[in-house]
């Protein structure tokens, strides 16, 4: 059973940063790729990051809306997934969940689909609030 725990959300000015830590267990890097998704209330929701290896090397997506803002990385050794956000905006205050897909295919399309939304596990969220 995957079980993903989610730190580091709080609130920050506009134009401010915050970094998202995700302490994961129960899986395996090559069998499933990890993101971060974000859900506002009333919204679905939206991928932002997706991070998943083939062979010694990550590769990572993003949405539109946070490319060059954002960055997705993860750390192997400690199980742990993080999200670097910079130059925050108002219209990035949502609730940020850590995900994981199992991989069925190719790490490309595993990060496609999550940053589609699609999702095996989540876990509790934690809230980013940004003020103008």
């Known amino acids: 059973q995957v079980q993903l725990v989610e730190s580091g959300g709080g609130s920050v000015q506009s134009g401010g940063s915050l970094r998202l830590s995700c302490a994961a267990s129960?899986?395996?890097?090559?069998?499933?790729?990890m993101g971060w998704l974000r859900q506002v209330p009333g919204k679905e929701r939206e991928g932002v990051a997706a991070i998943g290896s083939d062979g010694f090397t990550d590769y990572s997506d993003y949405s539109d809306s946070v490319k060059a803002r954002f960055i997705i990385s993860q750390d192997k050794s400690k199980n742990t997934l993080y999200l670097q956000m910079n130059s925050l905006k108002p219209e990035d205050m949502a609730m940020y969940y850590c995900a994981a897909r199992r991989r069925a295919t190719s790490s490309a399309n595993c990060r496609r689909l999550l940053l589609a939304g699609s999702s095996n596990y989540w876990g509790q969220g934690t809230q980013v609030t940004v003020s103008s």
């Open positions: 129960g899986y395996t890097y090559s069998s499933y790729c």
